[in-house]
């Protein structure tokens, strides 16, 4: 039991941590150039010098661009048309042919735009010279190297946008409820099925002392899990921890209410421990996939957003996010917690009604 | 090995799934679950991002702006702000993702040809909504710079020298729906053999009723092939439910051979099904074999296979060890059957990774079970 308990949450949390990343950096891409002038070698050193690209391939031809898509081994094919170099000398029009992979159509809009951005940023410096040569053709005037209009970008909270910032946190939202919502509904259903249930029935015990004697531990093993989680996402992972601990494990508190209270919910509607199993997982899958964990809950469609007010995981993940990154209190939490509780006390209260002190 | 007693054994599994309605609902209920959450709920697509405007201006300038990121469908105006505490609470609160604040001497720097900057503030607590956000915004301004620009040098617009052409492949529509369902057909399958078989032996024991099993002339491997023919039934069902709604209503393209497709799902299945197997047998209690079967068969599923996250942008150790979850396997088999249309030659390696997996483990599994029995 002791490695059930403590084991698995560390090993999710590393592979979680590590593999939950939706930053692209370092595509492969391939680079096919037809070209073959000063300019279109620039080019290629703007690509290259760029973190989010990786000249993997220099394709010759058009049959070995369809076999490097179609085996994946880039995920883009940049293409400089002969011509390129001349046009840009001549101070003509002209373009660069990329070739995305939309398989994964997230990364396909990333890739595309950084890539865009490349070009850009090229064209830009081209502009700027030309223009200098413009203006030594003309003579003096007011000479300006930038554009006139720019944007600059302030990113609050998680300044070098990394994912594992937005996601390790919800990592552990995410072991703690499996945890004890999966423990707290074995506990019950396992002393059912190895007929130790019947025993316990006869003694004076009433449903809510088995109960609350049968979840305390796991409120427990939970809070302390918290705290190991916690600690371990820190150390490892080298996430930022601006908000109290104190008022962390408060809200973890009011959050295992909901969940060990689901538990015992499922565990009186179970007579089996795979029922129990199951029907945990039906219930996390769902509730963990709509809690804003990795799919904004902002995108999802307005039912679906007014659903998952119901959901206590949704409340628990912007509590931890917000103390995480935000370093946030409950002036501003306050909200979040209040519905934790309402869930958790209906959910307890639901289940000491359901469970019935008979041979079922 | 005796086919006789196999089919005892198979017949012997299937009333118990029969029996046991509530589980078999739900194994046959959370396909469709997951392909309504995945089809439709969720989403990474980026648009209607909630602004806030702080506009210092108040200009014929400023208002022109403005107006870019009120006509663009990526941005959706709150409001309009006048001090940054406003905008910090509404970024705490999660009611804005973004906010563009004009400085004063905006109009006046444009109008006597001097640079300015407009800020962006943006929450980048989800990096990769922002980062596209930010993309977006970001072209945005410069867009407006260049018309700028033109206007102010006679008119014409003199755009960049050089244009990207961008041209997407295979899923030209960038519909998120057709990379996620193929995929969602191996999370699914892992997720029933890791649910369902995992337990299956470790319940045995736990009743009691393997030692009864075991006094009979049933063979280890019968019991075991026994035992997963029932599930793959199960499983069979799940996979044609998928394809079918997949295919149907979510539109995803098949584009590669069908029979090619049923193989893969058919070989996965075989080996996904003997993992959980093979878990139950080495678990003493179902308690063990459930959290064994969630962490090596529907984790390494979900996150280390390419599903949604891709395993090129992975530190490299863990792109080494996802060379052993099968389900990486399958789901390029998948993109490939379905997207890309490509057969057999390009992905034999695929299908004799998943082939040698689904031999290697039934083996091991006999194997177990033999093991304990003695």
């Not at chain 1, 037809?34 to 010759?60: C, I, K, M, N, W």
């Not at chain 1, 490097?68 to 003509?92: C, E, H, K, M, T």
């Not at chain 1, 799919?295 to 103390?323: D, W």
């Not at chain 2, 529509?173 to 193929?182: A, G």
């Amino acid at each position: 039991m002791r490695v059930v308990l403590l084991l698995p949450p560390i090993i999710q949390l590393i592979v979680f941590g590590y593999a939950v990343n939706l930053d692209v950096e370092n595509s492969p891409i391939a680079w096919m150039d037809q070209d073959r002038t000063p300019e279109s070698r620039e080019l290629l050193a703007e690509f290259e010098g760029s973190p989010q690209f990786r000249v993997t391939h220099l394709p010759a031809g058009e049959e070995e661009i369809q076999e490097l898509l179609d085996r994946s081994a880039v995920q883009a094919v940049v293409r400089v048309l002969p011509g390129f170099g001349r046009d840009i000398r001549r101070g003509q029009r002209t373009q660069v042919q990329i070739l995305v992979d939309g398989t994964n159509s997230n990364s396909a809009t990333i890739i595309s735009n950084s890539a865009s951005q490349v070009v850009a940023r090229y064209a830009g410096r081209i502009q700027g010279e030309q223009r200098t040569r413009q203006r030594t053709v003309s003579g003096p005037g007011p000479v300006r190297q930038g554009p006139l209009l720019s944007a600059e970008s302030r990113v609050w909270f998680n300044v070098d946008l990394k994912s594992q910032n937005y996601f390790v946190p919800g990592v552990v939202v995410n072991i703690i409820a499996l945890v004890t919502l999966m423990l707290t509904a074995m506990a019950i259903v396992r002393e059912k099925e190895s007929g130790t249930m019947e025993q316990l029935m006869v003694t004076p015990i009433r449903p809510i002392e088995l109960m609350l004697g049968k979840t305390l531990p796991f409120a427990a093993v939970g809070l302390l899990e918290v705290l190991m989680v916690t600690g371990a996402a820190l150390l490892i992972f080298g996430i930022p921890f601006r908000g109290s601990m104190l008022l962390l494990l408060g809200c973890a508190a009011a959050f295992l209410l909901t969940t060990l209270g689901f538990g015992l919910l499922i565990s009186t509607v179970s007579s089996t421990q795979q029922q129990a199993m199951m029907a945990s997982f039906f219930f996390f899958m769902p509730a963990f996939m709509l809690s804003g964990f990795a799919f904004p809950i902002r995108n999802m469609p307005l039912a679906v957003q007014y659903l998952t007010y119901l959901n206590p995981v949704r409340y628990f993940m912007e509590i931890v996010r917000g103390i995480f990154l935000k370093g946030i209190g409950l002036d501003v939490l306050w909200p979040q917690v209040m519905a934790l509780l309402v869930l958790g006390t209906a959910l307890v209260g639901l289940s000491v009604l359901r469970f019935h002190k008979r041979l079922d | 090995m005796n086919l006789r007693r196999t089919r005892a054994m198979a017949s012997k599994e299937l009333r118990h799934i029969w029996r046991d309605a509530r589980s078999l609902i739900i194994a046959l209920a959370l396909p469709v679950i997951m392909l309504l959450l995945f089809g439709y709920a969720l989403s990474l697509d980026v648009d209607h991002i909630p602004t806030l405007i702080f506009d210092s201006d108040g200009s014929p300038e400023s208002r022109a702006l403005i107006a870019r990121f009120e006509g663009s469908r990526y941005f959706e105006i709150l409001g309009f702000v006048d001090d940054y505490r406003t905008i910090e609470r509404s970024i705490d609160r999660e009611e804005c993702l973004i906010a563009v604040v004009i400085p004063k001497e905006f109009s006046r720097n444009l109008l006597t040809g001097k640079e300015v900057q407009v800020q962006l503030i943006i929450d980048g607590s989800d990096s990769n909504t922002a980062s596209i956000a930010l993309g977006y915004a970001e072209a945005l301004v410069a867009n407006h710079a260049l018309a700028l620009q033109s206007a102010q040098e006679g008119g014409t617009q003199t755009p960049l020298p050089v244009e990207a052409r961008l041209r997407v492949w295979y899923n030209s529509d960038l519909k998120s729906q057709n990379y996620i369902v193929p995929g969602l057909l191996a999370v699914i399958l892992m997720i029933i053999s890791a649910l369902l078989t995992s337990l299956t032996i470790a319940r045995e024991w736990e009743m009691g009723t393997m030692e009864q099993l075991l006094s009979t002339p049933l063979r280890p491997a019968e019991l075991v092939l026994g035992k997963m023919s029932a599930y793959f039934a199960v499983g069979a069902i799940d996979t044609v439910i998928v394809i079918v709604v997949g295919v149907l209503i979510f539109e995803v393209p098949l584009r590669g051979s069908l029979f090619f497709l049923a193989v893969s799902c058919f070989i996965f299945l075989f080996g996904a099904l003997c993992w959980g197997i093979l878990i139950s047998a080495i678990a003493g209690s179902q308690l063990l074999a459930y959290q064994l079967g969630m962490m090596t068969s529907f984790l390494p599923a979900f996150l280390l296979s390419g599903f949604i996250y891709s395993i090129e942008n992975v530190p490299a150790p863990i792109q080494m060890f996802t060379f052993l979850v099968p389900a990486r396997y399958f789901i390029t088999l998948l993109k490939g059957i379905f997207l890309k249309g490509i057969g057999f030659e390009l992905l034999a390696l695929e299908v004799a990774f998943l082939t040698a997996f689904a031999t290697l483990v039934f083996l091991t599994a006999t194997r177990m079970v033999k093991r304990t029995v003695v």
